[in-house]
């Protein structure tokens, strides 16, 4: 009995000592990205979360795959608000995985909105607005993964592509592909943001785009698509001559803004 | 006949000191003993189940793929070394008390914490086994799949006239990242470590149980409240949320119970994210320390258990 | 021989703790007893009555409620004391994948036996207890009597001095058992004091020095058995070939004798069934 006693003091005395040291680990995880954190939920939503991992067990990765397997088959058969209800259980499950965030936006944004937008059997009305609606549904995906992941330079990447292909919103692409770079992302996003805001209507956003692609330009880091896009800048801003970059031949403006000045 | 036995005159009163050739006869033996309950074929099994799984996905792009075949086999592994290291620890025991092979060890000259650490190993060395050779399947799998996925992509790439260095090289970086590398062994290192938590607990269980039901019963409670843990504590830690009986309860399943969701890091591999050596050292010390606590405890419970 | 007693049990008492709504049980009531060096002792007593666990008090697989018990002089408590024992509980099963010889190999490791004392010491238990040809089959695949006689060969591996054997013969086969308490008698030959429980007490009259008759938790009896079962009053006398004249003559005698004696009874002896069983099942097999 001396024994067991003992050992129920060991216990909860170790139980008392170790929640600090797990409070330290769980936080230099957590800071790693390997474990995630707890959604800021209020109390209520946290409580919820714990169920959630209390009986997945430590399995919330698997059972997310379970569910974008699922959401896989309502895309193939085209059933795009089980996509969207299958691929939000998993950016539940798994909401610091950039890539769930990435393919439920995807969906939505791409493959639901086109899907709409080339129905025949749909009037050209709600066609347009089912296509819009869709596409808004991915935008409002990704702003949910950047919100809880902002430093996620892949996100951003993904909103400024869907804002330049989807919504033709080149101010939002080109602050997205800028917030993209500026956290790491690859080299081409500093150029597509450059590229986003020259195509923007605003004259703030050509001059934020002009900054860019001319310091690109100044680096030799320069494509003829930046030059191009830079020679377009020159013109749209009025730049004097004397600080405008070699002529590199003659530009004109494509029809289609999405596919940028067209070379000759 | 020797002389001693000739003669009971001979009264050796030193004391049995811990043998770790006497630990490594009962492991050795445990583990040989699980393995002839079928676990074999079972490993077999699996092995071809996560083949399957690794060119049986239908797939939108390589990198989910991969991913996806990742996170369902790193997933399965970790629930086969959870329920095997249970299981197992919670018949040991008992079986060996049924069979009555626990008297005919412990009334040799053998310390009860020896046969207790004996009986630990054993069950480790075998999931550990286990875990060694599904790991390597997985990387030969995952090695085979990635290089094939790569070529794909490329040739895809080549056909849509996207094949620019950028576009290739970051195919190459996605391939790369969610492919083959050190991350999947820490994966499976971290599976172990939970694990080898777990059996601990099972076997500390099965010390103060007398059904094994109830030993498997509680252990998957406390796999599952351990999951949990992280968000027990952030609540017993913040003030004024809730009754004070609440409180203490929560407070006592805090500091009974391990914290698992610390070896979660395999959901974090499957996304591509890097493990760093801070930790790998930080889930070996925390599981090392789990490990050596329970297993005192246990010793404190088994020495005094009358059999 | 030292006067160091083999096993010392002083004021043993023994109380299981009752769970949940149960009372307290006492399995064994303040229960003295010594085996000395050498001899063979019986523990006897029908079921229930407390010999197996004044029995695991001794190994120390229980703890005494009250009063003490030794080993050599060593307490029960030291697992030290396990150094001079090798027990044999009833019924036992070894770990099945193992055959014979691995069996003794794993209990010898366990004593920190290595090497060729090991090995050389397992041949030499297997050719004691008649095991030799089982050396390489799988225990799985024993017989009864064969898991006694491999539990024996356990037991004897680490050259115990003291055996303790929980009702060994129980469930085996005639053959078997004799083979068992051959087996014994051998033992004390050797030096080996024995320690034995069981209830079949025609068993233990042969093999045992001495003997403690347990009841209901408390010893009732102890003594030689030689002392214990002499009927004093009484004499027997067996002849061989004696013709009725000479049975008439000795009949006569004693009627004249006069006083209190009295002839109870004569007649032929009988053999046992046990001996009958095992001239019928020793003989050689007809063509």
Redesign the interface.
Known sequence: MKRKLQAAAVLLIFGVLKMPLEQRVTHDLRTMHLVDEPLHLGVKGNMGQMGLAAAFGGLRGLIATVFQLRAHVEFTRVNWAQVDKYYGFVTQLQPRNARYWEEASWHMAYNAASYYLYNKELKPALRGQLFHEYVQRGTTILNEGLALMPDNPRLWQKLGDLHWNRSKDFKASGDAYLSSFQHGGLNFTERFAGFAYAQANDPDSWTKGYAILKKLYDEKKATPGLIEFLKMLEQNLHIPAAQRIPDAGPVRRATDPQAGPLRQ | ??E?????????????RF?P??VW??AY?TM??L??MKILPFLLLFCVLVAAMGFG??T?NP??QL??FK??S???L??FS?VFGIVATALLLPKDLD???L?????????RFDYLLGKLLGVLMLIASGLVIIDAVLSLILWLQQSMLFDAAVSQLHSEKQDTP?AVA?MREIVARQGLTWNLHWAVWAIFL?AAVVTTVALLLSCIASSTLFTIVIA?CI???G?????????V??PN?SSASVRIASF?L???CP??????????V??G?V??W??VY??TG?AA??MT?YL??TH??F??K?? | MSDTPAVSVNHLTKVFKGSLGKGAFRAVHDVSLTVKPGEVYGLIGPNGSGKSTTMKVILGLLNATEGDTRIFGIPSTEVASRRSVGFLPENPYFYKHLNGRETLHFYGKLCGMTGDHLKSRAEEMLALTGLEDAATRRVGGFSKGMLQRLGLAQALIHEPQLLVLDEPTAGVDPSGSRIIRDLIIEFRSRGITVLVTSHLLEQMQEVCDRVGIMAHGRMVREGRLDELIAVENQTEMVLENASPDLLAKINALVKAEGGGTRLLRSGHPRTTLERLFLEATNEPKKP
């Open positions: 006949m020797s001693a036995t000739q003669s009971s005159a001979a009264v050796n009163v030193a004391p049995v043998s050739r006497r006869t009962l033996a040989t003993q393995m002839r996905f239908s939108i990198e989910q991913s996806q996170t369902m790193l997933g399965v970790q629930v959870i069979d009555r092979t008297y005919t060890i412990l009334s040799k000259p053998v310390p950028e970051q939970k998957f796999t599952i409240i999951h949990g843990h992280a968000m027990i504590r952030e609540f830690l913040q949320l006592l805090a500091a009974i914290d698992l969701a610390q070896f979660d890091v395999v959901d974090s499957a996304n994210e493990i760093p801070t930790a930080e889930m925390i320390l789990y606590v005192f405890v404190l419970v020495v005094e009358e059999l």
